[in-house]
């Protein structure tokens, strides 16, 4: 996935929400949201789309020919006997082209550190995938600490290797604003997103796209500056509302 400063992009991870049959039809009507806004395919905005690990088949058939990259929720930090875990190359089989590591979620339920996140980096790079990286504070507090956590966690996450950047996708979530009723509030994530590029800036990733995720839903785009994009949960679970984002994101163009 090649990025550009100009491109917007537009997710959603249906997490373990929606069964088998209703992940069908919801993929379904989202291709249908892709397919009416042909716009998308000049890669003014890339939508991503990350089911659950079963749909992957499936969703690769649905979307294929589409805009849309297919994504991933997890994946191994390494090859070998993992009962119970996917590959990252297993998943580039199946037509992935992102994976998404160091959610909130994983390191809280699972015990997931900075070490296991930083290995499922390095799988994801050796597979050919970007690493749609999930970063944010535990706590309210201002900006700059909000970036000073981040800028760490992205940090140990590239173990320090700051090349190959451009197969990284960093997703915002403040860990206090996700599951919540209302995003953060719009201000504070431009803040927290400008102090974060310009603390990258001498790692010479300043213009990594930083996305926003936390409760995301139709409306935040908009008041947004110099984030690159949406990453969205429970409110996109109806596809119209997933189309709602595109249509904001192609009118920021």
Known sequence: MTHTGSTTYVGVSTKMYLGYRDSLRWLEEVRAELDARPARAAGRVVPFIVPSFPVLPAAAEIMSGSAAVLGAQNCSPAPGPWTGEISAAMLAELGVGMVELGHAERRRHFGEDDGVVAAKVAQSRSAGLTALLCVGEERRGTASEAAEHVV??????LSGNWDGIERTLVAYEPVWAIGAAEPANAGYVTAVVREIGRRLEPHGAGELPIIYGGSAKPG??????????????RFAHEAANFGRVLDEA???Q
Do not use: I
């Open 152 to 157: 760490g966690q992205l940090e140990a996450a």
């Open 220 to 233: 935040l785009l908009p008041q947004l500056n110099g984030v690159s994009g949406l990453f969205l949960g």
């Open 250 to 252: 192609l009118a920021r």
